[in-house]
Structures are given as structure tokens and as C-alpha cells.
């Protein structure tokens, strides 16, 4: 089947967790790294009722808005015991707005504390966009 054109993957490192992200684009590839981090973090949504979140981003360079992103879906999991799965991502100009969707969390395996820097790099491939980001857990 090949390499799909959007996903993630699991590495291993050192001390913290990292995820190898892929994407054809800057939007396609941050809702990748969500998913991913709720992967790493476990999570298993309930059947309730659906919820939307909304927010902005100030796009900066490709790496800090991808971890303001990530850190701002992690305040709303540790804050209202939300995660999401689905998202629509518009860019205007320096703008990104966000509507996230998704529902309570049922259970949680592991908690991610941050999203470091630690290397971070998006990368430009033949394909589209890719990173590497270390959480520390």
C-alpha cells in the first residue's frame, strides 16, 4: 500500500516520546500531529455528545505554530477533560482558526506534559511537509 499520504508514527528516544508526523500541507500536517499526540497519550473517547472548540493562532514560523497548536489542545484536555478528533483549519494571512471537535475522554494513559522544541524541525519533502516532535510525558 505504500506510505498514505497524511499520518504518523511512533520513535523511540532517550527520555520523552516522539512522533514522526507527515502531511502534504502545514494544516493537513498539524491535525496529524494531534491525532498522533492523542495516540501517544492513550486517549479513548466517550459516545457523548459531539463539542466544537474554537481558537486562533498567530502563525509565526512553521515550528512554534505547530507546538502553540499542540499546547493549546493540551490545556483544553487538562482543563475540561475534552479531546478532539476532528478539524477544520483555516489559514487567512498570519491567522490560523481552528475548530476542533470532539467529545469527554474516557480514559487517559499517559499524561503528556508538554510539547518541547527539542529539535524540531518541519521539514520539506517531495511529498509535503515532515517533523519529528519529542512530548515530554
Avoid at 67 to 80: A, G, H, K, N, Q
Avoid at 85 to 105: C, H, P, R, Y
Amino acid at each position: 500500500m505504500g506510505d498514505p499520504k497524511a499520518g504518523f508514527q511512533e520513535h523511540e528516544h532517550t527520555a520523552d516520546q516522539e512522533l514522526e508526523i507527515w502531511a502534504p500541507n502545514f494544516p493537513e500536517l498539524l491535525e496529524q500531529a494531534a491525532l498522533g499526540m492523542n495516540a501517544l497519550a492513550g486517549i479513548r473517547l466517550g459516545p457523548g455528545k459531539r463539542e466544537a472548540r474554537q481558537f486562533r493562532i498567530t502563525f509565526n514560523d512553521l515550528e512554534q505554530t505547530l507546538v502553540s497548536f499542540l499546547e493549546e489542545l493540551l490545556f483544553i484536555t487538562d482543563t475540561e477533560n475534552i479531546a478532539f478528533d476532528e478539524f477544520d483549519l483555516k489559514v487567512s494571512g498570519n491567522k490560523i482558526d481552528v475548530n476542533a471537535i470532539g467529545t469527554e475522554i474516557l480514559d487517559i494513559s499517559k499524561e503528556i506534559k508538554a510539547v518541547t522544541y527539542h529539535n524540531l524541525a518541519v521539514l520539506s519533502t517531495r511529498s509535503g511537509l515532515s517533523v519529528r516532535i519529542v512530548f515530554d510525558v
